[in-house]
């Protein structure tokens, strides 16, 4: 099957040879369809994890502990930009994982506190950041689950995700003259070795730039993911508990 499918894509990437981004763009589509017809052969069973869903237990979890408030992170970090990929149809499934709409994403107060002391040391350097995900409610968890079911790519529903926590962010660099993305090699969600930290056939500029990312996000806290250049997440994750309230009710009552 993966041969036929691969063999409609081919003519036609061969006619448009000279253009890089239609060829990258339809590798794109065939590696999502894979992936896809991959989730078949993983398990689908699972007992689901306890999960906060209701406003006034959140409330209550953050009247005992208050690092576990969720705080919206343009509140409290100046210049911060958002390309909420999973809002869009741009990204890795090709379709919209959150609310069409979606402006907001969240962490939990040390994890965006940390994040306000980076944003600060970059502005020094002319640099600033950009989000692609933070906070996920666990539902979209189990969605991205019954599309995908590869750990490879996407977190079991029976564990959570440091996402479903608010302790994980998805983000990079960007230029604060020309608001563009700084070059780390490959863009959000590559599934190749290329995006590993540890993979050296990249530019000496490029491994400048992700080891200038890295060492900020491990200087204020963050741990790093060996596979994705982009995923950091904040430790000792298990303390906070994992959510499923929604963006337009975190938006609403903070």
């Known amino acids: 099957f993966y041969t036929n499918l691969l063999s409609q894509f081919l003519p036609v990437m061969t006619n448009k040879i000279s253009n890089r981004f239609y060829i990258k763009e339809q590798m794109f589509l065939i590696f999502s ?27 209550k979890q953050v009247k005992q502990d208050s690092l576990k408030k969720m705080v919206e992170l343009k509140s409290i970090i100046p210049g911060i930009v958002y390309d909420l990929r999973y809002a869009t149809i ?3 499934m090709r379709r919209l994982m959150y609310p069409a709409g979606t402006t907001v994403t969240f962490l939990r107060l040390p994890a965006a506190n940390a994040l306000q002391k980076i944003q600060s040391e970059l502005i020094n350097l002319g640099l600033g950041l950009k989000i692609y995900d933070a906070y996920r409610p666990y539902a979209v968890t189990v969605k991205f689950w019954e599309l995908i079911r590869d750990e490879r790519y996407v977190a079991h ?7 479903n926590r608010g302790v994980a962010v998805d983000l990079t660099l960007i230029d604060l003259k020309t608001r563009k993305e700084i070059n780390m090699g490959t863009g959000f969600d590559n599934f ?4 590993h930290h540890n993979f050296t056939n990249i530019s000496q500029g490029i491994r400048e730039n992700r080891s200038l990312l890295k060492t900020l996000m491990e200087k204020y806290g963050f741990k790093s993911y060996n596979e994705e250049w982009w995923h950091y997440s904040w430790p000792n994750a298990g303390k906070f508990e994992i959510l499923d309230i929604e963006f337009k009710k975190l938006k609403k009552n903070l």
């Open 33 to 59: 369809t894979l992936l896809l017809l991959h989730a078949g052969a993983q398990d689908t069973s699972y007992t689901r994890p306890r999960l906060t869903n209701k406003w006034d237990e959140y409330q």
């Open 90 to 92: 741009n990204n890795f």
């Open 157 to 163: 529903p029976k564990n959570g995700s440091g996402h």
């Open 192 to 195: 190749s070795d290329t995006a």
